[in-house]
């Protein structure tokens, strides 16, 4: 998982966890489920709209609100790989983590990404990659990004541990 490539859908700052999945889909488990209303907070429209696309680029303040688990995990259950912002919520972050999505702060490329352009992210270097630009953020330690490679962190805890199903 070190390079995550894509399209971008932008959105905005102070974009709370209800706006990511609202309260109404909390019943649902599976990311595959809550991803099908991932963003229904902002408009009814965005989950059919968000399939293309696999970066999220926001700005200020992302996931502020409840900590639910279900909003990174909707937002995978769609097809999202990697989260910019300039800033998350502290919970979302690590809840975003935990879910096995990188959760990348980042103010000048979320100032400067544009909506439907393509980017790379090397995880690894810390490098997001766009139209010939390169903008630079703090890797990941070597433990998160086990976590990552592992799909989150209940595959990477029954990977470490040998914990079989």
């Known amino acids: 998982?070190?390079?995550?490539?894509?399209?971008?859908?932008?959105?905005?700052?102070?974009?709370?966890?209800?706006?990511?999945?609202?309260?109404?889909?909390?019943?649902?488990?599976?990311?595959?489920?809550?991803?099908?209303?991932?963003?229904?907070?902002?408009g009814e429209e965005y989950p059919k709209m968000l399939k293309d696309y696999r970066v999220i680029v926001s700005g200020?303040?992302?996931?502020?609100?409840?900590?639910?688990?279900?909003a990174p995990n909707a937002l995978k259950g769609v097809g999202i790989r990697a989260i910019v912002a300039k800033s998350f919520a502290r919970i979302f972050y690590r809840n975003t983590l935990n879910v096995g999505l990188a959760a990348i702060e980042c103010s000048e490329a979320a100032e400067a990404l544009k909506h439907g352009e393509d980017v790379s992210i090397d995880l690894e270097?810390?490098?997001?990659?766009?139209?010939?630009?390169?903008?630079?953020?703090?890797?990941?330690?070597?433990?998160?990004?086990?976590?990552?490679n592992a799909g989150g962190m209940i595959p990477f805890l029954k990977r470490e541990l040998k914990i079989n199903d």
Do not use: W
């Open 125 to 148: 270097k810390g490098i997001i990659r766009s139209r010939g630009r390169a903008y630079h953020f703090t890797s990941f330690s070597d433990q998160i990004m086990r976590l990552l």
């Open 1 to 42: 998982m070190e390079i995550i490539e894509g399209k971008v859908f932008k959105i905005g700052d102070n974009i709370n966890a209800d706006y990511i999945i609202p309260a109404r889909y909390l019943d649902l488990y599976e990311p595959e489920d809550l991803g099908r209303h991932a963003l229904a907070g902002l």
């Open 60 to 70: 200020e303040n992302l996931g502020l609100g409840s900590a639910r688990e279900q």
